[in-house]
Nanobody, 122 residues
Framework: QVQLVESGGGLVQAGASLRLSCAAS????????IAWYRQAPGKQRDLVAA???????NYRASVKDRFTISRDNAETTVYLQMNSLKPEDTAVYYC????????????????WGQGTQVTVSS
């Protein structure tokens, strides 16, 4: 099982940018669809963005045009570039392998990593 480790979060002011990384260990993410999720305190975990093995991307409406998901050529890391951050983007961000389908994503495994905390102050 490929393990994914999230990093790159932090405390920033509204309007700033962050780039999150999702690094694979014990293998590569070649041939896998990858998604970023986020969970704010007291709220459900939401799908933020997904990228298929072929590079097709999909975003939730509230981050479209501000966030960009990408994968490196070595197929070891997926990134989430977040621009024009807003306080409502504050959450713990997680990445997962799985299967993308129109309008959703099916995680490959049920367990979740520790994620990376993003806090945006107003």
């Amino acid at each position: 099982q490929v393990q994914l480790v999230e990093s790159g979060g932090g405390l920033v002011q509204a309007g700033a940018s962050l780039r999150l990384s999702c690094a694979a260990s014990g293998g590569t993410i070649s041939g896998k669809d990858i998604a970023w999720y986020r969970q704010a305190p007291g709220k459900q975990r939401d799908l933020v963005a997904a990228i298929t093995s072929g590079g097709r991307t999909n975003y939730r409406a509230s981050v479209k045009d501000r966030f960009t998901i990408s994968r490196d050529n070595a197929e070891t890391t997926v990134y989430l570039q977040m621009n024009s951050l807003k306080p409502e983007d504050t959450a713990v961000y997680y990445c997962k392998t799985g299967t993308y389908f129109t309008g959703g994503f099916r995680p490959e495994y049920p367990d979740w990593g520790q994620g990376t905390q993003v806090t945006v102050s107003s």
